[in-house]
């Protein structure tokens, strides 16, 4: 399946804005047997002064931009086509959660995709008593690790209501978890949380999630969002599973991968720092659209 990409950051600076400075995560990655990036194209207006592409340690494709002028707006602006193949589903079998601590208790690799990085508590994703006990009701028992990821996957959505206004990106996991509301990135860092407290190694991806309009209904530019979903390692021969808490389903051939990391400040889509006097607004718009569509 082929997939064109838009996405528009836009900022509006009450009075000029100088100094700005942006780190920016949003191209999809290159994925074997996968993903692949066919093209991409990231740009901002005004123009950067200096623009350096760089990979961070989690092999994630950042972008570092600085402004030399001071401006009242800047958008930045990405296109890109992307070739995804058909996902297989993860069989539920392969090891119970006693052979995964094993498998992680014996594990010595240190590289970006080692279980080693994701089973401790981030930024984000801190230990919680809550969803700690919470998880241990609905984890245990001899089932498959990648079958644990489902249950718990389908758990979190069961009991969490989608709601866009209900935080921001610096709410607590915990407050979310209690209010039983929030967005994807909620969604994605309370399972995190869940599992890592099981002993079960999981991050967080960044991507885009192609969404369909009502039956009846036209398509709106700019109706997707940049989504959040998570990575659990069920074991030495399962490897890493993709699981969507916030849409109840393993990840398929509508999610788009940019990045990997522990939690969202790993993979922000952009960070920076500006010097400036005023208020600022900010618009997100991205456009997930099968080529040819």
Request: glycine share 8%.
């Given at each position: ?22 780190i ?11 993903q692949?990036?066919?093209?991409g ?17 989690f ?20 296109d ?6 058909k ?7 392969g ?21 080693m990085?994701?089973?401790t508590?981030s930024?984000?994703t ?14 245990l ?9 489902s249950?718990l ?12 206004e209900?935080t ?61 979903w ?26 788009i ?18 010097r ?13 659209i099968?080529?040819?569509?």
């Amino acid at each position: 399946m082929f997939y064109d990409i838009k996405l528009a950051l836009d900022y509006a600076f009450e009075t000029p804005a100088a100094g700005a400075r942006q780190i920016l995560r949003v191209m999809p990655l290159n994925i074997p047997s996968r993903q692949r990036l066919i093209s991409g194209k990231l740009g901002a207006s005004p123009l950067a002064a200096t623009q350096i592409d760089r990979v961070d340690f989690f092999g994630n494709a950042v972008t570092e931009m600085a402004f030399a002028e001071a401006c009242r707006n800047i958008v930045i602006s990405l296109d890109a086509r992307v070739e995804l193949a058909k996902q297989a589903l993860p069989v539920a079998s392969g090891a119970t959660l006693q052979e995964l601590l094993v498998a992680v208790a014996a594990c010595r690799d240190l590289g970006p995709r080692s279980p080693m990085h994701f089973l401790t508590p981030s930024r984000y994703t801190p230990d919680d008593p809550g969803i700690r006990n919470w998880a241990s009701d609905h984890g245990l028992g001899h089932k498959a690790v990648s079958a644990i990821v489902s249950d718990l996957g389908q758990a979190v959505n069961g009991e969490m209501r989608f709601d866009a206004e209900a935080t921001t990106v610096d709410t607590p996991a915990a407050e979310a978890f209690a209010a039983r509301h929030g967005v994807c990135q909620d969604f994605t860092h309370i399972m995190i949380i869940a599992l890592r407290s099981l002993g079960i190694p999981s991050g967080y991806v960044s991507g885009y999630l192609r969404t369909l309009p009502p039956p009846g209904q036209p398509r709106l530019e700019g109706a997707d969002a940049m989504h959040a979903w998570v990575s659990a390692w069920c074991g030495p021969d399962a490897g890493w599973v993709e699981y969507d808490p916030t849409n109840a389903t393993f990840a398929g051939a509508d999610h788009i991968v940019v990045g990997y990391g522990r939690d969202y400040a790993d993979v922000a889509p952009i960070r920076g720092a500006i010097r400036t006097a005023g208020g600022h607004t900010s618009n997100q718009s991205v456009d997930v659209i099968p080529a040819g569509a």
